[in-house]
Structure formats: C-alpha cells, structure tokens
C-alpha cells in the first residue's frame, strides 16, 4: 500500500518530537534499568534486553546481546549477574535455591503472589468475602476461618520441570482444604490428589511436579463452623519451587536465621537465646537478663519464676523400692529467680514408697517391673501361671504412674513453630498422670500410646464375627479456669488420626470407653490445649488434666492380669482350652459352654464383659450366629377387629437415603443432614454406610441407620462434601405397633396420623455412646400406609425436629409408602352386579374405600352371564293366568253340570216312592234307559226359565233344613206339563 506526502511528512513530525523529547531525558544509570530476557526461540536461544524501571525517566539504555542458552542454570547458593551473564555466589547473610525460589518469610505478602475471598454460593453473591483472605504472620502464612472460600495464587513460568513443596499444618476438619495446579493448557491437577491431610499436631510436607511452561498454583480454603465454634486456621510455610533455570538474585535470611558463608543455599536458625536480624551471617547471644527461644530475631526480658514454672516427677525405682520426688523447670528456662518475687525451686530428694507394678508386671531384682511371661498372669506383684482349664486375658492396664510406660510417649506442639524443644508435656505423678505447665497456653500437650495390634482368646477367635476385637477405656478429670479443650483420638498412627470425643471446661473424675473396630486402629491420643487465647503465655498454667488409668485388652504382645475359664476338652484333664461351639458361649467362671434358647441371642456385658442371653425383640428372629436379631421384613398384626393383617416391606428393604432440609450455620453457609437406612431384611443383608470425603482417613461406619453432613459446594471439584458420619442404630430391637419397646419411645404426636391402620414400628439402637449420649443413639423409623405414593424414599422429620432428633440421641423418622400397606385381600374388595340387559348381566369388583393396602390379591376381572328379563317373566305370567282362569272355568262347569244330573235323578226317584216316607220307590228298570239322561235334562233345562228354578229350588227347603223334593210319576208329570201347555 503505497503513502501520500501527507503521510510521510506527518511521521517526520513524530518523530522529530520523539528525538527532542529524549534529547531532554538524562542519560540511562545501572540504577534505573534491570536485565530481562526475552521468550526462547524455537532454537533455544534469547536475547537480553535492558527494561527501564521506570517509563520515560532516561535515555540511552544499552542494546540488546545475545543471551545465554534457555537450558542455562545456575547451582544452590548461586545467582546469575545478568551484567555478565554469568553465576555468582549468594554473599554471607543471603542464600539461593539455584534453579527455584522460597518463600520462607511472610511479613506480608511476597511479589508474585495474590489472595483474594469469594463465595462459593451462587444464591449468596452478595456476601461480603473481600476480606477473607490468607494472612501473613511472620514465620507462615494463615487462611480465613469464615465461611468464604479464600483463595492464596502464585504464577510462575518454568524453564524446565521441577517441583513445588510446602509445608502445612491442617488440623481442623471443619475447613475444606485443597491444593492444586493449572498448566499453560488450562489443566488441572487430578481431584483426588487436591485433598490434604489433616495434621492434628505437626506441620506436614508436600510435594508436587510441575511441568515446563506456565503453571499457577492455588491454595484454597473454606471453613464450614455448623457447630458454631472457633475454626483453627490453615498454615502454610516454607514454599519452594524449583525448575524456574535461574534467579537473579539471592534472598536476605530471615530474622532469627544466618548464613555464615557464600553460596549458602539455605539459611540457618539462630539457637535459644540468641537472636538475629534480617540477613545476618552471625547470631547474638542475648543480655543475661533476657532470653530467647530457637530461631527467634529479639529477645526478651525474664520474667519472675512462679509456681508454674516448674514441675515434680518421680525417679525410677531403685533396690530399696523406693523413689525420689524431683522438680525441675520447664525447659528451656525462661524465667528468673533473682528478680523481686520470684520463686525458688523446691527442693528434691524427697523418698517415698514406690507404687505397686501394674497388672501382669511383676518386681524384678533391680525393683524394676518387668512384663510376665506367656500364659502367667499377675495383679502386679508375682506372676502366676495360669491354671488349668483357663486362658490368659492379655492387654494393658495401667493404673500406677511410676514411670511413664516403654510404648507411651509425650510431647508439645505448638502449632506457630512446630515442634516445641520441651522434653514432656505429661508427667508421671504415682497414681496419676499430668499435663505439666508450658511455655505458652496455647500449646498442645500430648500424650500417645501405640500398640502393636490385637489378637483375640483362643476360645473366641473362631467366632470373631460376635466378638469385639478390642477396647480402650481410661479414667481421667481435668480442672480449668479458662476455656480448655481436652480430646481423645484414634488412628492409625500419631500424626493420622480422628478426633473421637471432646471435652470442654472442667470435668469431674469419669470413665470413657471406646471400642476398636479395625486391625489398623494401633494409635490412642490424649491431647490438652488449656486455651485458644492468641498470646496467652503461663496464664492459665495451673490448667490441667489428669488420667489415672488406661486398660486396653486383647493387645498383642500384651500382659495378662488375670485368667479366665475355657471349654475343655472331654479326653485329657490336662488339655489346652478350646473355643466354645458355633453358637455357644462361656459362662463366667465355670468354663462351661452353653447356647441360648430359642429366639434369644448371645450378648457381652459392655463393662464385665460377661456374656449372657437375650431376648429378641417382637416380631425378630435370631440370626445363625445366635449374635443378633434380624427381621425378614415380613409381618403379621392383628387388629382390634379380628382381621388379619399381612405386611412385607421387601421393597423397602435396600438401603435408601433422604436428607433433612436445608440448614445454615451462623454464618449463613447451606448444609444439611444425609441420612442412610436398611430398614431390614436377613443374613447377608447390605448395610447402610455414611462415608467422610474430605480427609484422607476417609472414615466409614456401617449399620441400620447412620447420618453425615453433606455441605453442597464445588469445593475440591466435588458436587457434595460428606463429613462427620456416625451411626445411629446398629441393632434392631424390634417391629411393633406400640409407641414403646425397651425404653425407646416413639410418641405418635411427632406424626400424627387420622387413619385408623396402625402405623408399623422399627426400634433400633447403637452401641457406640458418646459424652452427650452415654446410653449410645437410639432410632424409630415409623412406616405408614399411602397407597398413593410411588416414590420409595419419602421419608420425613418431625416438624419440632427437623434435624430428625431433638436431643442429638434419640431419632424419629417417619416413611410412607404403598409398600408399608398390608397386602390386600378378599376383604378389601367387593363386588357390584349390573341390570340384566338383552339377557346379558355383568358383576364388577371395586376396591373398598378409602384403600388401604397393596399388593396381595389382584383385583378380580368382570364378569359375565346369561340372565332373564322381566318382559320374559311378565309375558310368562299372564299366559300362565289366561291358561288357568280358563282351566278353572271349565271344571266349574263340568262339576256344575254333574250336581245337576244328580239332583234330577234323586228327584225322580223321591216322586216314584208314593209318598212313604222313609221308602224308596222300586226301580222301573233297573238299568236308565238310553237317552233319558239326556231327555230329562233338556226337558228341565228347557220348560222352566233360571228365575223360575231358583224359585221352586227355594220352596223346596223345609223348615228342618233338608230339600223337600216333590216326586211325581211321569205321567202325571207330563199331563200337568200338557196342560199348562194348552193354558
């Protein structure tokens, strides 16, 4: 495309204001430029260019050269003088990771990196989250404890691939929190490597690869407080990176750490009462009045000694079995005994008697206590084999605190700088042992015990499934003046493990118990932390806990204190013990075996450990193991009416989850509790299990009911977070329609109900008891008949109890269902028959209503039959009538016609007597002539009219009451007729 004049002239001008413009500006100083190289080329080479610091402040900036190779690299302790272009050594006092960079010093936040706070929930946009943001502290770096997602970022460009590291300290489960990397392509790390670790009480390290290119690392966290109590933070320290090829400079050492030397490639911390600033090559010793702890950059002034500054301890027995009370001061010794008012050390040596050896320890020659041997047991003075016919109990008890046991161990951490230099955070005190006073209230005092793992008795090993593998129970008291935290924790080593229970303030002296449930439960926790006041240094000192015995059995490698009977052998009186028969159990003390009676099942007492028989609950059957009850999810009630009814639940029986509604915590973050049910069913049944996804532990427990929290977010890419699950009911106590059984009470006012079908009941209960639940959780589950509900899951919560228990022990859940219908049968219906039309009748069978129950017997089908209608029978009945009418007509008439020929007969024989009465005339013949029937009676019929016959037929009744007949002859008869004639 070709330019006018205009065009070329307009650029002159351009550019001869450009030339006057630079020709104004200063000449370039080293000062006021850096070195940068350019992008590698596709043969890996760049250039080096100088960048001003700053815009249109000098001129002259040198040319670019020739750079040196993308794969150059400089070593640790290194950094590359972009002048030269060559590697030099970090000067004393400085230090280089060569090939990365650290981020060790966090009194704010370092270039590169950028912390921001959001809200996860789309339907909480406005929340305000731009202060929930990661916190620098000094030595680390802290999240936000609110519930708004805080995110920490930090882009770097890799040469070549290398590796991000870190250390955190995570040792709160109520914050979510995660880590991962996003490549130049917009690719994420792996879901499930995101999850960190919980760290109850060490910072843990963390180690990534990264590939070349840009990759941008994020931190992130969100804290969800659904028991509205103080969240612990989030700490991350110590970030390194590497693969970055060079850095230009080296990093100054941070205050309470040196570098003695060039090239160092780290630096070192200054030791206790010592101190130093940033980039020092040497550590200063403190004033004499003055202290300071490892790796700190000041020192401070002593202050007095108290009481709280030292502690008493036992020594080891010696020959004479006796010990000697020590004090000592809590080390390293802060404190002074010169300044005004101040304490003095008490003195020790004081001798006293030593407590006895703990049970299946005995006295050895050097007053020591040493372990009894396999199959001997002891109280704690002498081992005694165990006799004949019993079994050694093994495990630990510890009740007297001599000195602290070979597989226990303590110590202190602090969760600002990791590891505490203090030797021991608990104390042996004879009876007891005690959380000594520290350095700083804030401080964790730990006390672990490890154990190898568990072995049962030989007589319950075959029979493992009925058995409890082991249990842990101490007695323990704490005292406290401010907010202490006291917890118990289990898992499978120190610094992986879970909080099991928790308690707060002071407690009286009580007893705790916890039962192991898996092989790889081998560490026990007791943790102290007298207050989460931030600098509360020796405050609350004279805080403390305190447990005076520890008892766990079936220990491998453990010591018996006593023995007990087992079943023998019937053979030889001197044979080993055998286990008891399937479905038998030992009866304390008599090494008998015995099973139970039907429908009862075999049960271990929680705190004698005695076995015994129980009755199964109403409508429950005892499973083959004789160990529990199950019910087959059929059922049978009897109703006040005398009708039967059948129930089967089967569809109900797999396992189903529903969830309460939604909840917010304080802060206004959803939750909601997740509930899991196996309302029943037989041997093999699948269980109900609530799972935590969040920490690695990745906790599960599995029974009838059980319960987590799910939180909906997309933190960790996961559609929901499940955490917190435990179990509500892990045996089923039994099915009825009372409101009551075996304590557990379901009132029916938490559902009511106006139908008059009973409402069938399940009653299940939990082992695992808690401080607020000491009796363990208990659960009703109430099925009621909807034969409209297709859905299986439709359970609901009480309205006064949304979160389904009131109390946090007892639970009430109520699921309707066509399936909680009894099934139907021929009462339930009934039939209802047509009009018979055109000879056709139909009958129909049509549900009782309302309906109440489902499945069984299906509903009949129409039918039809053949009738007679009533036009039929109407056409019938008249022809019948007309039939009859003329019938009777016709023997009227034939019967009248007969009375008529006798009375002229006896008429005729009455006029031939000759009037004597009480003679009959002689017969003319003895035989009626043929035709004179017929004659007389035409001559009767036709010479007197009707009116006439009746006439004479009255003037022949005599007054006796017979028929005065006159009888003529027939002659004279004849002449009379003839005359009459001729009248």
């Known amino acids: 495309m070709q330019r006018g004049p205009s065009t070329h002239l307009h650029h002159l001008v351009l550019w001869l204001l450009f030339a006057r413009a630079a020709a104004d500006l200063p000449m370039c100083k080293e000062s006021d430029y850096h070195f940068e190289y350019t992008e590698c ?49 970090c000067a004393a006092g400085t230090y280089s990771l060569g090939t990365g960079v650290a981020f060790d010093e966090w009194d704010s936040l370092p270039s590169g990196f950028i912390s921001h706070g959001v809200t996860t929930d789309d339907w909480d946009a406005h929340k305000n989250c731009f202060n929930s943001t990661w916190t620098p502290k000094g030595d680390f770096i802290a999240s936000n ?162 009481n709280s500054d030292y502690f008493y301890t036992h020594t080891p027995c010696n020959s004479e079995g006796t010990t000697q009370l020590m004090y000592k001061w809590i080390e390293p010794k802060i404190c002074s005994e010169t300044v005004e008012g101040a304490v003095k050390l008490p003195a020790s040596g004081e001798k006293q008697t030593c407590p006895p050896c703990n049970p299946g320890f005995s006295v050895s020659n050097s007053s020591s206590c040493e372990p009894c041997e396999k199959g001997f047991y002891s109280n704690g003075t002498d081992c005694t084999m165990c006799p004949v016919g019993t079994e050694p109990v093994v495990g630990f008890e510890y009740k007297w605190w001599n000195t602290m046991p070979s597989n226990m161990k303590s110590s202190i951490f602090r969760r600002e700088f990791g590891e505490s230099e203090h030797s021991t955070a608990w104390e042996v005190a004879g009876e007891y042992v005690y959380t000594a006073p520290g350095d700083q209230d804030t401080d964790y005092l730990m006390l672990m015990l490890n154990v190898p793992g568990y072995s049962l008795p030989q007589s319950m090993a075959q029979d493992s499934d009925r058995t409890e593998l082991s249990r842990i129970t101490f007695v323990f008291k704490t005292s406290c003046t401010a907010d202490c935290n006291f917890f118990f924790l289990a898992g499978y080593n120190q610094w992986n493990n879970d909080v099991v229970e928790h308690w707060r303030g002071s407690n009286s002296r009580q007893s705790y118990s916890y039962l192991v449930q898996s092989n790889s439960t081998t560490s026990f926790t007791w943790t102290f932390q007298r207050t989460n006041e931030l600098n509360a240094e020796r405050k609350y000192s004279s805080d403390s806990a305190k447990i005076f015995s520890i008892h766990i059995t079936n220990v491998q490698g453990g010591v018996a204190s006593q023995c007990r009977r087992c079943a023998l052998t019937s053979t030889a009186a001197d044979s080993a013990c055998v286990p008891c028969p399937p ?127 799910v939180v909906p977010s997309e933190i960790r890419s996961q559609s929901v977070v499940s955490t917190q699950p435990f179990i509500i009911g892990d045996s089923l106590i039994g099915v009825t329609t009372e409101e009551t059984l075996s304590g557990i009470s379901s009132p029916k006012l938490l559902f009511p109900s106006k139908s008059s ?200 009744r005599t007054s006796d009451g017979f028929d005065s007949v006159p009888l003529k002859s027939s002659s004279h008869l004849q002449r009379e007729e003839e005359d009459s004639d001729e009248a």
């Open 41 to 89: 080329d596709v043969l890996g080479s760049r250039w080096r260019v100088a960048v001003p610091n700053k815009a249109d402040t000098c001129t002259g900036l040198p040319d670019p050269v020739k750079g040196t190779q993308c794969t150059f690299s400089c070593s640790e302790g290194e950094f590359l003088d972009m002048q030269s272009q060559q590697c030099q050594k």
């Open 145 to 306: 404890t609110d519930e708004c997602t805080g995110t920490l970022i930090y882009a770097v460009s890799l040469k070549k691939p290398g590796t991000v590291s870190f250390e955190y300290f995570y040792p709160d489960s109520s914050i979510y929190f995660e880590f991962y990397v996003q490549n130049d392509q917009c690719q994420s790390t792996d879901s499930e490597s995101r999850w960190m670790k919980v760290t109850e009480s060490s910072f843990s390290k963390y180690k990534v690869e990264l590939s070349s290119g840009n990759n941008v690392l994020y931190w992130k966290t969100t804290a969800y407080t659904l028991q509205g109590g103080a969240v612990k933070p989030v700490l991350l320290k110590n970030i390194a990176i590497s693969g970055v090829a060079y850095t230009s400079e080296c990093f100054h050492c941070k205050p309470g750490s040196y570098s003695a030397k060039q090239g160092s490639a780290h630096c070192m911390p200054c030791p206790a009462d010592t101190f130093s600033n940033k980039g020092a090559t040497v550590c200063h010793q403190c004033e004499p009045e003055k202290y300071a702890e490892a790796a700190s950059g000041i020192c401070k002034t002593r202050p007095p000694c108290t």
């Open 583 to 709: 479905r038998h159990y030992l009866v304390s003390g008599t090494g008998v075996c015995r099973s139970c009676p039907p429908n009862t099942f075999i049960s271990t007492d929680q705190t004698t450990g005695e076995a015994g028989c129980v009755q199964c609950g109403p409508n429950t059957q005892r499973n083959q193991a004789h160990t529990a009850c199950l019910s087959d999810c059929t059922l049978d009630v009897q109703t006040r009416g005398g009708a039967l009814l059948h129930y089967n639940f089967s569809p109900l029986s797999n396992v189903t989850g529903f969830h309460s509604s939604l909840r917010f915590t304080s802060k206004g973050r959803r939750y909601f509790h997740s509930f899991n049910v196996a309302l029943c069913g037989k041997e093999g049944r699948v269980p109900a299990a609530c799972a935590d996804n969040v920490t690695e532990s990745g906790k599960e427990v599995k029974g009838y009911v059980c319960q987590s929290t």
């Open 757 to 956: 079908l009973p409402d069938i009941i399940f009653y299940y209960k939990s082992s695992e008891t808690t401080q607020a639940c000491k009796q363990g959780r208990t659960a009703t589950i109430r099925l009621r008949c909807d034969p409209t509900e297709t859905t299986k899951d439709h359970v609901t919560l009480p309205r006064n109890c949304s979160e389904g228990t009131c109390d946090g022990c007892t639970f009430h859940f109520l699921w309707q269902s066509q399936h909680a219908c009894p099934l139907c049968t021929k009462n339930h219906y009934r039939e209802i028959v047509s009009a018979c039309i055109q000879g056709i009748q139909r009958t129909t069978y049509v549900w009782q209503q309302p309906l109440q129950c489902f499945g069984g017997e299906s509903l009949p089908a129409q039918k039809v039959s053949a009738c007679v209608t009533l036009d039929f029978w109407l056409k019938f009945g008249v022809s019948t009538g007309t039939i009859a009418a003329v019938l009777l007509i016709s023997i009227s008439c034939y019967f009248w016609k007969k009375t008529r020929k006798l009375q002229y007969k006896y008429s005729k024989l009455m006029m031939n007597s000759g009037g004597k009465e009480c003679e009959l005339p002689t017969a003319d013949s003895c035989a009626i002539m043929e035709g004179e029937d017929a004659e007389d009676e035409l001559m009767d019929l036709t010479k007197k009219s009707f009116f006439t016959k009746i006439k004479t037929f009255s003037r022949e």
